[in-house]
Protein backbone atom coordinates (compact mmCIF):
# COMPACT_ATOMS: atom_id res chain seq x y z
CA UNK A 1 0.00 0.00 0.00
CA UNK A 2 1.04 3.71 -1.11
CA UNK A 3 1.59 6.38 1.78
CA UNK A 4 -0.80 8.21 2.42
CA UNK A 5 1.74 11.25 1.63
CA UNK A 6 2.92 9.96 -1.25
CA UNK A 7 -0.30 9.42 -2.96
CA UNK A 8 -1.32 12.63 -1.73
CA UNK A 9 1.79 15.15 -3.14
CA UNK A 10 1.54 13.01 -6.47
CA UNK A 11 -2.19 13.76 -6.81
CA UNK A 12 -1.96 17.09 -6.28
CA UNK A 13 0.80 17.94 -8.94
CA UNK A 14 -1.44 15.79 -11.26
CA UNK A 15 -4.84 17.85 -10.05
CA UNK A 16 -2.80 21.01 -11.12
CA UNK A 17 -4.06 20.03 -14.93
CA UNK A 18 -7.47 19.14 -14.11
CA UNK A 19 -10.20 21.69 -14.69
CA UNK A 20 -12.14 20.09 -12.06
CA UNK A 21 -10.24 21.90 -9.52
CA UNK A 22 -11.00 25.67 -10.58
CA UNK A 23 -12.91 27.93 -8.52
CA UNK A 24 -12.73 28.49 -4.81
CA UNK A 25 -13.50 26.48 -2.18
CA UNK A 26 -16.89 24.30 -1.59
CA UNK A 27 -18.46 25.46 1.72
CA UNK A 28 -21.00 24.17 3.10
CA UNK A 29 -22.41 27.18 4.75
CA UNK A 30 -22.57 30.56 4.80
CA UNK A 31 -23.72 32.81 7.07
CA UNK A 32 -27.41 35.27 6.62
CA UNK A 33 -29.89 36.63 8.69
CA UNK A 34 -33.26 35.74 9.79
CA UNK A 35 -35.38 34.93 12.34
CA UNK A 36 -35.02 31.22 14.12
CA UNK A 37 -37.84 28.67 14.56
CA UNK A 38 -39.54 28.01 17.63
CA UNK A 39 -37.51 24.19 19.41
CA UNK A 40 -39.57 21.69 18.53
CA UNK A 41 -40.62 19.10 21.17
CA UNK A 42 -38.08 16.17 21.75
CA UNK A 43 -34.64 18.04 20.70
CA UNK A 44 -32.14 17.23 22.62
CA UNK A 45 -29.50 19.61 24.80
CA UNK A 46 -26.86 18.73 22.30
CA UNK A 47 -26.21 17.47 19.30
CA UNK A 48 -23.15 15.78 17.76
CA UNK A 49 -22.91 15.79 13.75
CA UNK A 50 -19.84 13.37 13.06
CA UNK A 51 -17.78 13.01 9.68
CA UNK A 52 -15.50 9.66 8.63
CA UNK A 53 -12.33 9.56 7.65
CA UNK A 54 -11.60 8.35 4.05
CA UNK A 55 -13.11 4.77 3.26
CA UNK A 56 -14.51 4.67 6.63
CA UNK A 57 -18.39 4.75 5.26
CA UNK A 58 -18.64 1.17 4.38
CA UNK A 59 -21.11 -2.02 4.90
CA UNK A 60 -18.28 -3.47 7.04
CA UNK A 61 -18.41 0.11 9.27
CA UNK A 62 -22.33 0.31 9.75
CA UNK A 63 -21.23 -0.51 13.89
CA UNK A 64 -20.16 2.87 13.61
CA UNK A 65 -23.08 4.78 12.93
CA UNK A 66 -21.55 5.91 9.90
CA UNK A 67 -19.07 7.92 11.69
CA UNK A 68 -15.67 6.00 11.43
CA UNK A 69 -13.77 4.21 13.95
CA UNK A 70 -12.46 7.44 15.94
CA UNK A 71 -15.06 9.29 15.36
CA UNK A 72 -18.23 7.25 16.97
CA UNK A 73 -15.49 6.41 19.83
CA UNK A 74 -14.88 10.22 20.56
CA UNK A 75 -18.87 10.43 20.79
CA UNK A 76 -19.09 7.06 22.49
CA UNK A 77 -16.50 9.02 25.36
CA UNK A 78 -18.50 12.33 25.12
CA UNK A 79 -21.88 11.30 25.07
CA UNK A 80 -21.54 9.23 28.50
CA UNK A 81 -20.31 12.79 30.42
CA UNK A 82 -22.99 14.32 29.03
CA UNK A 83 -25.18 12.15 29.80
CA UNK A 84 -24.01 11.46 33.34
CA UNK A 85 -24.26 15.13 33.69
CA UNK A 86 -27.83 15.16 33.23
CA UNK A 87 -28.23 16.39 29.93
CA UNK A 88 -29.72 14.65 26.68
CA UNK A 89 -27.79 14.01 23.91
CA UNK A 90 -28.04 12.52 19.66
CA UNK A 91 -25.67 12.36 17.01
CA UNK A 92 -25.76 11.48 13.55
CA UNK A 93 -23.27 11.11 11.28
CA UNK A 94 -22.31 13.31 7.79
CA UNK A 95 -23.67 11.82 4.57
CA UNK A 96 -21.06 11.69 2.30
CA UNK A 97 -18.84 9.27 0.08
CA UNK A 98 -15.37 9.88 2.23
CA UNK A 99 -13.63 7.72 -0.53
CA UNK A 100 -10.66 6.03 -0.06
CA UNK A 101 -7.44 7.54 -0.95
CA UNK A 102 -6.39 6.78 -4.65
CA UNK A 103 -3.84 4.23 -4.76
CA UNK A 104 -2.75 5.92 -7.25
CA UNK A 105 -1.96 9.58 -8.42
CA UNK A 106 -4.19 9.84 -11.75
CA UNK A 107 -6.10 12.93 -12.15
CA UNK A 108 -9.46 11.71 -11.99
CA UNK A 109 -8.35 9.68 -9.00
CA UNK A 110 -7.65 12.69 -6.61
CA UNK A 111 -10.29 14.95 -8.54
CA UNK A 112 -12.88 12.42 -6.82
CA UNK A 113 -11.81 12.39 -3.44
CA UNK A 114 -11.38 16.24 -3.88
CA UNK A 115 -14.81 16.31 -5.40
CA UNK A 116 -15.56 13.72 -2.17
CA UNK A 117 -14.24 16.34 0.87
CA UNK A 118 -16.52 19.14 -1.20
CA UNK A 119 -19.68 16.80 -1.62
CA UNK A 120 -19.26 16.28 2.64
CA UNK A 121 -18.83 19.91 3.21
CA UNK A 122 -22.24 20.77 1.68
CA UNK A 123 -23.92 17.74 3.07
CA UNK A 124 -22.39 19.02 6.76
CA UNK A 125 -23.98 22.32 6.29
CA UNK A 126 -27.44 21.50 4.85
CA UNK A 127 -27.82 18.35 7.83
CA UNK A 128 -26.35 21.54 10.14
CA UNK A 129 -28.89 23.67 8.82
CA UNK A 130 -31.85 21.46 8.86
CA UNK A 131 -31.23 20.53 12.43
CA UNK A 132 -30.77 23.80 13.63
CA UNK A 133 -34.16 24.93 12.02
CA UNK A 134 -35.78 22.46 13.88
CA UNK A 135 -33.83 22.53 17.05
CA UNK A 136 -32.51 25.96 17.92
CA UNK A 137 -32.28 25.67 21.56
CA UNK A 138 -29.51 23.09 21.21
CA UNK A 139 -26.06 23.32 21.03
CA UNK A 140 -24.08 21.45 18.37
CA UNK A 141 -20.68 19.47 18.09
CA UNK A 142 -18.87 18.97 14.51
CA UNK A 143 -16.18 15.72 14.59
CA UNK A 144 -14.13 14.67 11.80
CA UNK A 145 -11.56 12.39 11.41
CA UNK A 146 -8.86 13.01 8.14
CA UNK A 147 -11.26 13.54 5.36
CA UNK A 148 -13.70 14.31 7.72
CA UNK A 149 -11.99 17.03 9.25
CA UNK A 150 -11.14 18.56 6.18
CA UNK A 151 -15.04 18.72 6.23
CA UNK A 152 -15.77 20.16 9.26
CA UNK A 153 -12.97 22.31 9.10
CA UNK A 154 -14.32 24.02 5.52
CA UNK A 155 -17.01 24.75 7.18
CA UNK A 156 -15.66 26.50 10.39
CA UNK A 157 -15.42 30.13 8.66
CA UNK A 158 -19.16 30.15 8.00
CA UNK A 159 -20.64 28.90 11.01
CA UNK A 160 -18.80 31.26 13.11
CA UNK A 161 -21.01 33.31 13.84
CA UNK A 162 -23.87 30.71 14.54
CA UNK A 163 -24.74 30.89 18.49
CA UNK A 164 -25.59 26.75 17.99
CA UNK A 165 -22.12 25.92 17.62
CA UNK A 166 -20.45 25.06 21.04
CA UNK A 167 -17.20 23.01 19.70
CA UNK A 168 -15.50 21.52 16.89
CA UNK A 169 -13.11 18.45 16.99
CA UNK A 170 -10.88 17.98 14.23
CA UNK A 171 -8.55 14.75 14.50
CA UNK A 172 -5.63 14.50 11.81
CA UNK A 173 -6.94 17.15 9.91
CA UNK A 174 -5.80 17.74 6.24
CA UNK A 175 -6.57 21.37 6.46
CA UNK A 176 -4.64 22.01 9.87
CA UNK A 177 -2.66 25.34 9.86
CA UNK A 178 0.33 25.10 12.75
CA UNK A 179 -0.95 29.04 12.83
CA UNK A 180 -4.32 28.34 13.64
CA UNK A 181 -5.85 29.35 17.57
CA UNK A 182 -6.92 26.27 17.77
CA UNK A 183 -6.55 24.56 21.13
CA UNK A 184 -3.90 21.58 19.95
CA UNK A 185 -3.21 18.25 21.59
CA UNK A 186 -1.02 15.68 20.64
CA UNK A 187 2.67 15.31 20.14
CA UNK A 188 3.06 18.26 17.57
CA UNK A 189 2.44 21.18 20.01
CA UNK A 190 6.18 20.20 21.22
CA UNK A 191 7.41 20.80 17.95
CA UNK A 192 7.59 24.44 16.62
CA UNK A 193 5.85 25.40 13.55
CA UNK A 194 4.92 21.24 13.34
CA UNK A 195 1.34 20.25 11.92
CA UNK A 196 0.51 21.73 8.79
CA UNK A 197 -1.72 19.70 6.65
CA UNK A 198 -1.18 18.37 3.37
CA UNK A 199 -3.73 20.20 1.75
CA UNK A 200 -1.91 23.43 2.95
CA UNK A 201 0.91 22.65 1.38
CA UNK A 202 -1.58 22.87 -1.97
CA UNK A 203 -3.64 25.13 -0.94
CA UNK A 204 -4.97 26.64 -4.00
CA UNK A 205 -4.93 23.07 -5.92
CA UNK A 206 -7.02 21.60 -2.61
CA UNK A 207 -8.34 24.88 -2.17
CA UNK A 208 -7.50 24.91 1.66
CA UNK A 209 -9.03 27.07 3.59
CA UNK A 210 -7.31 30.19 4.97
CA UNK A 211 -6.72 30.53 9.08
CA UNK A 212 -9.20 30.68 11.24
CA UNK A 213 -10.54 33.31 13.31
CA UNK A 214 -9.64 34.04 17.13
CA UNK A 215 -13.58 33.39 17.73
CA UNK A 216 -13.94 29.79 16.48
CA UNK A 217 -10.63 28.73 17.27
CA UNK A 218 -11.25 28.77 20.88
CA UNK A 219 -13.79 26.08 20.45
CA UNK A 220 -12.27 24.21 17.95
CA UNK A 221 -9.62 21.33 19.06
CA UNK A 222 -7.23 19.98 16.93
CA UNK A 223 -5.26 16.54 17.61
CA UNK A 224 -2.35 16.03 15.10
CA UNK A 225 0.82 13.45 16.06
CA UNK A 226 4.17 13.95 14.98
CA UNK A 227 4.86 12.08 11.72
CA UNK A 228 0.84 12.03 10.91
CA UNK A 229 0.78 11.38 7.17
CA UNK A 230 -1.66 13.81 6.72
CA UNK A 231 -1.85 16.48 9.54
CA UNK A 232 1.76 17.03 9.84
CA UNK A 233 2.67 16.37 6.23
CA UNK A 234 6.23 16.14 5.25
CA UNK A 235 7.18 17.63 1.55
CA UNK A 236 10.54 16.69 1.36
CA UNK A 237 9.26 12.74 2.13
CA UNK A 238 10.90 10.33 -0.24
CA UNK A 239 7.62 9.41 -2.40
CA UNK A 240 7.68 5.69 -1.35
CA UNK A 241 5.97 4.05 0.80
CA UNK A 242 5.68 5.14 4.39
CA UNK A 243 4.38 2.50 6.85
CA UNK A 244 5.21 4.91 9.93
CA UNK A 245 3.39 7.55 8.62
CA UNK A 246 0.49 5.59 8.11
CA UNK A 247 0.80 3.96 11.45
CA UNK A 248 1.11 7.46 13.19
CA UNK A 249 -2.53 8.96 11.08
CA UNK A 250 -4.30 5.25 12.09
CA UNK A 251 -3.14 5.43 15.73
CA UNK A 252 -5.86 8.11 17.01
CA UNK A 253 -8.52 6.54 19.69
CA UNK A 254 -7.17 3.13 19.63
CA UNK A 255 -7.77 2.81 23.63
CA UNK A 256 -11.31 1.26 23.83
CA UNK A 257 -11.23 1.23 27.54
CA UNK A 258 -9.84 4.47 28.11
CA UNK A 259 -10.81 8.52 27.78
CA UNK A 260 -9.21 10.25 24.73
CA UNK A 261 -6.99 13.32 25.96
CA UNK A 262 -9.34 15.30 24.02
CA UNK A 263 -12.69 14.81 24.96
CA UNK A 264 -12.66 16.02 28.40
CA UNK A 265 -11.52 20.01 26.83
CA UNK A 266 -14.07 18.65 24.25
CA UNK A 267 -16.78 18.27 27.21
CA UNK A 268 -15.69 21.87 28.93
CA UNK A 269 -15.84 24.12 26.19
CA UNK A 270 -19.71 22.31 25.82
CA UNK A 271 -20.96 23.07 29.28
CA UNK A 272 -18.93 26.55 29.56
CA UNK A 273 -20.76 27.96 26.59
CA UNK A 274 -24.17 29.05 27.07
CA UNK A 275 -27.30 27.38 25.09
CA UNK A 276 -28.40 29.67 22.32
CA UNK A 277 -31.41 32.05 22.25
CA UNK A 278 -33.85 31.02 19.73
CA UNK A 279 -34.88 35.17 19.89
CA UNK A 280 -31.44 36.05 18.26
CA UNK A 281 -32.21 36.93 14.58
CA UNK A 282 -29.53 34.33 12.52
CA UNK A 283 -29.74 31.51 10.46
CA UNK A 284 -27.54 29.26 8.05
CA UNK A 285 -27.63 28.73 4.61
CA UNK A 286 -25.85 25.70 2.81
CA UNK A 287 -24.29 26.40 -0.59
CA UNK A 288 -20.86 26.85 -2.11
Not at 98 to 115: C, K, N, Q, R, T
Not at 238 to 251: C, F, R, Y
Request: charged share 10%; glycine share 10%.
Amino acid sequence: MRSITSVIAKGAAALAASVLTGGAAMLGLSAGVATAQPAQPGCPDVHWIGAAGSGERTVASAADGGMGRVVAKSYSDFAALIQQSGRTITAEAVNYPAVEVPEDGGILDWAGFMSSVDTGAAALGQQYQAFVAQCPTSQVVLAGYSQGAMVVHRNLHALDPSPNLAAALLIADGDRLPQDPTINIGSVVNVPGAGKGVAQDWPILAHAPAPLPVTMGVRTISVCNIGDAVCDYDPDAEDEMNPAAVAVHTSYARKVAAMDAWTPPLYQLVTQRSAPNPALPLQVTAGP
